[in-house]
C-alpha cells in the first residue's frame, strides 16, 4: 500500500492526551480492513416511503435544512454528499456546478436518479465510505447526514472524509448524539441502560448508534478536522409538541437554539462544520461531466482517476479493473 503523509497535525494519544503527532493519509492503496467493517445495507429498502413521506418528520426534515444551510457555502465548485440516499437534500445544492450523490445502495441511488438525472451537473456512485471512491482533496464541500448514526468504524470513515477534502473545503457532518435530554432523563429514571455520560458510543440497534459530542470531537481532531462551528438541531423530536406546532414553524423557533444548542449538545442530533487546514490545496479537477472519470478512484486498488473507455465504463490504469455505469448509476462498488 503506498501511503503519503500530507500533513503534521495534533492526533489524540491513548488516555485522551494530545500531542504532535503525524495524520497518515492513505492517497493510494485502499483500507486492508475494509472489506470486513459491517455495513448497513439499505439496498432495495423502502427509505423514502418508510421513514419520510407522510411519517410525521417534516420538522425533522425542515431543521435539518436550516442547519445545513447556515453550515454549508451557498454556492460553489464541487459538492458531494456521503451516504445521500435518494437525495433528500439535493435541492439544497443548487449553487453548485458539481453535485456527486455517493451512496452505498444503489437503487436508493437510482430513486434519485429519477429526480435529478435530467440534470447534467449530478454525478451518481455507489461506494462505499470506507473505500470512497473520489480521488484525494476532490471536494470543496462534503456533507454527510444521518449516516455517521450507521457506521461501525468512525474513525476509519474519517480518514476517508478528511482524505477527499482540500485546504480550503468546508465540510458538514451531522451524527446521534447520545448525550440527549432524552437519554438524560429516562437514564436518570432508570428506564435505559446505558449512561448517555460514558464516552464510549452505543449501539442500541444492530448498526445504529449514537455519539458522545466528547468522543466525536476526539476523532474529528485525530483525523486532522478542525471543527469551527457546532450546532445541536431537532431539540422539539416529541411527538407531543410535534402536534401542536406546525413544522416550518418549529423549525424556525429551533434555529433559534442551534448556536446555544452547540455549545452543550442536549438535542438528539449535531451538526459540526469542520475544515482541513492541514490538508493540500485544491487540485485542478473539471467540473465538466465529459471528464467525471479522472474523479475516481479505484476501489480495488486506491490509484486515482480512473479512464473513460466507454460511455458506461471506465477503467483503473492502475489494476486494469472495469467499473460500470447502470440505471444512471456509476457503481465503483464493485467490479463490472
Ligand atoms: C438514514 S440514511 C440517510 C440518507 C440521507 N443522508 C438522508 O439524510 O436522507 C443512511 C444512508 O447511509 C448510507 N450508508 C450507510 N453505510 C454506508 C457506507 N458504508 N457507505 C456509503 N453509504 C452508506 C445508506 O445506504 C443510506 O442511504
Redesign the pocket.
Known sequence: MHQQIVSRETAPRPGGAYNEQEVVIVTGGVNPQAANIP??D?EGSQ?RADFWLGQGRAYEDAAERLALQQLMPAHGGRIA?????FG??AALYDGYAQVVL????RT?LQEAVRDWGDDPRFVFVA????TLPLVTGALDTLVM???M???ADVPAALLQLRRVVHRHSVAVLEYANKRNLKALVRWGLRRQAWSPLDPAPVEFVKLNYDFHPDWMAAQLQAVGLEVNRRLGVSHFRLSAIKQRVAPARLAQIDRWLFAAGGAYPLAPSVFVQASAPGALGRPALSTDPAAVASLFRCAQCGVEGLVQVAEDRVQCPGCATHFRKQDGVWDLKEPG
Open positions: 455495513v448497513m439499505y427509505y454528499e456521503i451516504g445521500a440516499g433528500r437534500l455517493v451512496d452505498y445502495s436508493l461506494g462505499n465510505i470506507y447526514v444521518r449516516v448514526h450507521h457506521l
